[in-house]
């Protein structure tokens, strides 16, 4: 039963993507504990649901082994490869495809939603002061869920050797460019206490997982870049030799222009599945996330800017055409021998969107849509009991093509809270017994489970670690405010920002260097508190002059560390910026609802008008559609968080934010020099001190003292706490 599960899975999921996959032959597979498929292609439609303008050239899967020991879960691990994944992509034609072509795949990409909304749950209706039986309901698939979570415990994932490209010679005419995405590998293991591969056995108090990650980057080829242009291959074996090649590995070094260079590192997953130590300073936390990364470095140049920009207007306007697709002439009618073809169908889309405007407010289309409701919702009911006809089905259908998402899963909410409560009342009637219940003559569940020998189902159920009389009891953990249920730290041992100048071979403009940093989150019962730090900050500038580094900005006291290009201060244990975020804190003498802390060492800045003019020519940016549409849907985001904001603040004057603050910022050191390659010419120097910063809680009580009511139009000068700041 469980092979043909498995089975079912592979052939719906991987069917979508995968060509030539046989069911039966992928069943005896499964049956046997291991699946192996080799030099499988991708299908054409695999990225149809991204609602993109683009196709898939070419792709290919090298390899994909699944191993899963059915009759040893207990002793040995579950083993997935998926090796050599190569995915080549172009821009889709605008006139290529017929309306009724994108009509089935825009059918086709709501139905991938509402399988996804229905797996989320999200199509079902949440009502008020009903429980959910979820002891009965956890006793009742407990067995399966015991049976995956071993698999899923001891799974080890190895995912080698991936790269997807995209080609682009239409968004900017007579310019190609590419870009794309390449992983050495992501491997994913089961380890013991020291972070070795190993195998968890049932009853283990502690998990650890180890997610090692080689070489993931992502880069962008633009102008005189020998990769900018297609790949030429004669063939699909040709065409992976030169992909792989373009991998990044420790025995390959690709020459593309990375936005963001091949990045290395690990997360490390500890995971408490015994009763919590709530005693102060000895308890661990029940999920504990270590992630390390080696050093980042992301790169921009203006070309990567301005494509970028031409390719988002380039799927703005595929967008835009595919609601006109139907009024549109065939590719073959030239807009300048026959204009008039060409205006008409300027006519017929825009006057389709002022008629579906004004159609809306008419009662014809509030009746249709009432009519389309009750008929969706008494079909979709037939569906959920298995009695459709196939003309229902074809009026079903009817209806989902013509109705939107949003309609869609609202509708379902409504059919579903119909079924079940009809499914409850027939569940209560079945229960008195009918007529034989007089009697006390009970019926057989035809769904009751198969009964099976006691010593086979006894072993399977140690080896899974699953207990009969324990399913459904869990308790709800109640927490102590002190103890840390979720800790995240995140370590990065270098960050750079480089600004390069795409006019001059790419040389460096400005570089970005920073030192460590480390996140750490730890989230309690009513908690949450974030710390962040950063070991130093240096920006070098390179163009001033021409090529030798010149800080502009550093720290005041400097030293170099062996074998660092990054300065850092005088001490070493300070940090340049440390930044602490508290929310309701538990340890607080006094409540309040946030605490903050920040302290900053001081830095020398130095201003330079040729540098400054160099990265602002790089981001100069051209005309474009997308950079409107996107400042315009900016407004109107602001604008709506503006009347929400408003709509909280009346309250908030009622109810004072109490929130500590502790700031201790060095502030900057202006240096402004005559010349830069005099080091005795004429500087201006301006040190701006050190600030304090603090909370004016009396001017906060007058505020208070308004009442909410009358509070309309409120002047801005109530939505903000005061706050001293002296220097």
Not at 232 to 245: G, W
Request: some cysteine; hydrophobic content about 40%.
């Amino acid at each position: 039963m469980l092979e043909s599960i498995a089975s079912s899975l592979l052939t719906k999921y991987l069917g979508d993507y995968v060509e030539g996959l046989d069911s039966k032959n992928l069943q005896v597979s499964v049956s046997s504990g291991d699946v192996m498929l080799k030099s499988l292609n991708l299908k054409k439609s695999a990225l149809k649901d991204l609602e993109l303008p683009i196709v898939i050239k070419e792709g290919s899967l090298g390899q994909l082994s699944m191993k899963i020991p059915w009759s040893n879960l207990g002793s040995e691990a579950a083993v997935v490869r998926v090796s050599q994944i190569f995915l080549l992509c172009e821009p889709k034609q605008r006139s290529s495809g017929s309306a009724q072509e994108e009509e089935e795949r825009a059918f086709s990409s709501k139905q991938g939603r509402l399988q996804l909304a229905q797996v989320m749950g999200l199509d079902q209706p949440v009502e008020e002061g009903e429980k959910k039986p979820e002891a009965i309901e956890s006793a009742a698939k407990g067995w399966g869920e015991s049976i995956a979570m071993k698999i899923v415990d001891n799974m080890q994932i190895f995912v080698d050797k991936v790269h997807v490209r995209y080609e682009d010679n239409q968004s900017v005419p007579g310019h190609p460019f590419s870009f794309g995405f390449t992983l050495d590998h992501i491997h994913i293991q089961s380890t013991d206490y020291d972070w070795k591969p190993a195998f968890l056995s049932v009853g283990q108090k502690i998990m650890h997982k180890l997610v090692s990650l080689k070489h993931l980057g992502v880069y962008f080829n633009t102008g005189d870049s020998p990769y900018a242009k297609a790949l030429v291959y004669k063939d699909v074996k040709d065409l992976q030799e030169q992909m792989n090649a373009l991998i990044k590995s420790s025995e390959n070094s690709p020459n593309l222009h990375y936005i963001l260079d091949p990045m290395s590192g690990s997360l490390r997953a500890q995971i408490d599945t015994e009763k919590p130590n709530f005693e102060p300073g000895k308890g661990i936390p029940r999920v504990k996330l270590m992630v390390q990364l080696e050093k980042i470095q992301a790169s921009i140049d203006n070309k990567q800017i301005i494509n970028t920009l031409a390719l988002m207007d380039n799927f703005a306007l595929y967008g835009k055409g595919l609601k006109y697709l139907k009024f549109r002439p065939p590719a073959t009618v030239l807009p300048k021998a026959h204009p008039k073809i060409w205006w008409v169908y300027a006519i017929r889309a825009v006057s389709s969107e002022i008629s579906a405007k004004n159609e809306k407010s008419t009662w014809q289309y509030i009746k249709q849509r009432s009519i389309d409701r009750n008929a969706y919702v008494e079909l979709y009911k037939k569906k959920r009991k298995n009695k459709m006809s196939n003309d229902e089905k074809t009026q079903l259908e009817t209806l989902e093509r013509k109705l939107s998402y949003e309609d869609i899963l609202l509708y379902r909410k409504l059919a579903n809270a119909a079924f079940n409560r009809e499914k409850k009342k027939d569940e209560e009637a079945r229960a008195k017994g009918g007529f034989l219940g007089w009697f006390g003559v009970k019926t057989e569940d035809k769904n009751a489970p198969v009964e099976t020998g006691e010593e086979v189902l006894k072993e399977l159920y140690t080896k899974i670690g699953y207990t009969p009389e324990n399913a459904g009891k869990e308790e709800e953990e109640l927490f102590p405010p002190h103890f840390v249920k979720t800790e995240v730290e995140v370590v990065v041992s270098k960050g750079v920002v480089e600004v390069l100048d795409s006019e001059n071979n790419r040389a460096p403009v400005t570089h970005l260097v920073m030192g460590q940093i480390d996140v750490g989150l730890k989230l309690r019962e009513n908690s949450t508190a974030v710390q962040a730090s950063l070991k130093s900050l240096a920006v070098n500038d390179f163009f001033t002059l021409n090529g030798t580094p010149l800080y502009m900005l550093e720290p005041s006291t400097k030293i170099h560390a062996s074998g660092s290009d990054i300065p850092t201060y005088g001490n070493s244990e300070k940090n340049f910026l440390q930044v602490a975020v508290d929310m309701n804190p538990y340890d607080s003498p006094t409540p309040v609802d946030m605490r903050v802390d920040v302290s900053m060492q001081p830095l020398n800045v130095i201003l330079s008008l040729p540098a400054i003019e160099a990265i602002t020519k790089v981001f100069q940016l051209p005309p474009s559609a997308a950079l409107n549409e996107l400042a315009a849907a900016a407004s109107q985001g602001v604008d709506e968080l503006t009347k929400a904001a408003t709509q909280r603040l009346k309250l908030s004057l009622e109810q004072e934010q109490k929130v500590l603050l502790n700031i201790n910022v060095s502030a900057p050191t202006v240096i402004i020099p005559q010349s830069f390659q005099n080091s005795d010419c004429p500087t201006i120097i301006a040190d701006l001190g050190h600030i304090i910063m603090h909370h004016d809680s009396q001017e906060r009580k007058k505020h208070v003292q308004v009442e909410a009511s009358q509070v309309s139009a409120v002047d801005t000068d109530y939505f903000y706490d005061k706050f001293v700041v002296k220097m």
